[in-house]
């Protein structure tokens, strides 16, 4: 995964697996916000920023992406392995217009729509099959993760006509395994999704302290992407950590709820 810094400072990740599709990993540089603990590209209300500074925050990540921020589709997550599908007809959800539903996943194969998920810790994934012109954001925090809402959502792009074997996958920078620390319920669960036999120290491993363990989220996502029938070389699992770079990242364990969100963002 590559880092880009454009014209306004807005800097983000992105994937060459994903090329030509548009799409990005903000982080917390090049945006408008003032507040020492969302400064300065906060994508999330509510934090502490006024809504028209969250919208324009949006908007300078939007245009560094080459995507209309106005054609965005967002929603508010609830750590949860929902999936929706939309269309061009909803751009602005989440945004402009007060939300209307909820879910973890996004998916879309109508053109002229991007597709929205925030995060601080948590781990985002960008999905496309650039042939069939289907695309996914998905938001997965342990619970979506453990509840297979990737395998969920390559299934509902599969169904709009998209192939396993040709999407390709982007995780996004996340808290990675050194920083994550979870205790016996993460863990069992993780374990039950993953499958014993298929478990590895990139998966999960104890911790210093008895009954706690360090959780790989993006590993395990990676994991079930490939049960879900995506190409290995098709995967790009990013190895930065929203704990470690406070310069980059926002963080939920490292701030708390006074923090601001990155967002990802793909588009067709």
Known sequence: MQKRTDYNGVTYFYSEGLYPVRHG???????????????????????GDKDIIVQKNIERFCEALAVDAHTLVVMPQIHSTEVRVVDRTMGGHG???????????????SAGTALGVRVADCVP?????????????VHAGWRGTVGDIVGKTVR??????????????????????????????????VLEVVGEENLTLRHLRPAGESGKFLCGLGAVNETLLLRAGLRPENIDLSDAC??????LFYSHRRMGDKRGTMMAVIAI
């Open 25 to 47: 990993f903000s982080t917390r540089l090049g945006g408008l916000s003032k507040p020492a603990h969302t400064a300065s590209l906060n994508t999330g209300f509510y934090r």
């Open 95 to 109: 945004i402009y217009t007060p939300p209307t539903f909820e879910c973890d996943a996004l998916v879309t194969d």
């Open 125 to 137: 994934i960008l999905l496309a099959d650039p042939g069939a012109k289907v695309i996914a954001a």
């Open 156 to 189: 509902k792009m599969c169904y709009l006509g998209a192939s396993a074997e040709d999407i390709h996958a982007a995780i996004g920078p996340h808290i990675s395994m050194a920083n994550y620390e979870v205790g016996e319920e993460v863990a069992r669960a």
């Open 242 to 247: 929203t704990y470690a770079d406070a310069e």
